[in-house]
C-alpha cells in the first residue's frame, strides 16, 4: 500500500459518513413521523449535570478525533496508538449517549466509516509497508 492509498483510507473513513448524513438530511430519508415520535420519546427539554457532562465529553472526544484523524493522515508515529485510545473513549461515550435515529443510508455508510477507520488504525501495526511510513527509522532491511 502507498502513502497515497493509505492517505485515501483514512479520508474515504471520515468522508462516507458526512457524505450519509449529508444524503440523509437533503433527502429527508427519515419519515417525518418517526421523526416526531423520536422527539418526543427520546429528547427531554430538561438538562441536568449528567447531560452536561456527557456533551462535554463529546466535544472533547470529537476534538481528540480530529487530532487522531490528522496523525494518521499525516502519518505521525504517534497516531496509530492515539487513535485506538480515542476510539476506545468514543466507543464509551456513544454507549451513554443514548438511542440515535439513522436511515438505511445514515446506518450502512457510518458503518462503512468506522470499518475503514478501523483498518486504517491497525494497518501501521499489521502491514510492513504502512509500518515504514509511520516508523522509518524501524525499518527492516
Not at 441536568?48 to 456527557?54: A, D, K, N, P, T
Not at 490528522?70 to 473513549?89: C, D, K, M, N, T
Request: charge should be negative.
Amino acid at each position: 500500500m502507498t502513502k497515497s492509498n493509505y492517505q485515501a483510507l483514512v479520508i474515504a473513513s471520515l468522508c462516507i459518513p458526512i457524505a450519509g448524513v449529508i444524503a440523509e438530511s437533503a433527502f429527508h430519508l427519515i419519515p417525518e413521523e418517526l421523526a416526531d415520535a423520536y422527539a418526543g420519546l427520546f429528547l427531554d427539554s430538561s438538562i441536568g449535570i449528567w447531560e452536561i457532562f456527557l456533551g462535554l465529553v463529546a466535544v472533547v472526544t470529537s476534538m481528540l478525533g480530529l487530532i487522531a484523524f490528522y496523525g494518521l493522515l499525516r502519518l505521525r508515529s504517534w497516531a496509530p496508538r492515539f487513535a485506538i485510545g480515542v476510539s476506545l473513549l468514543s466507543w464509551l461515550t456513544v454507549c451513554f449517549l443514548g438511542p440515535q435515529l439513522l436511515s438505511g443510508l445514515g446506518s450502512a455508510t457510518l458503518t462503512l466509516g468506522c470499518a475503514l477507520y478501523g483498518a486504517a488504525m491497525v494497518l501501521p501495526f499489521y502491514a510492513p509497508e504502512v509500518h515504514v511510513l509511520f516508523w522509518p527509522e524501524e525499518r527492516a532491511d
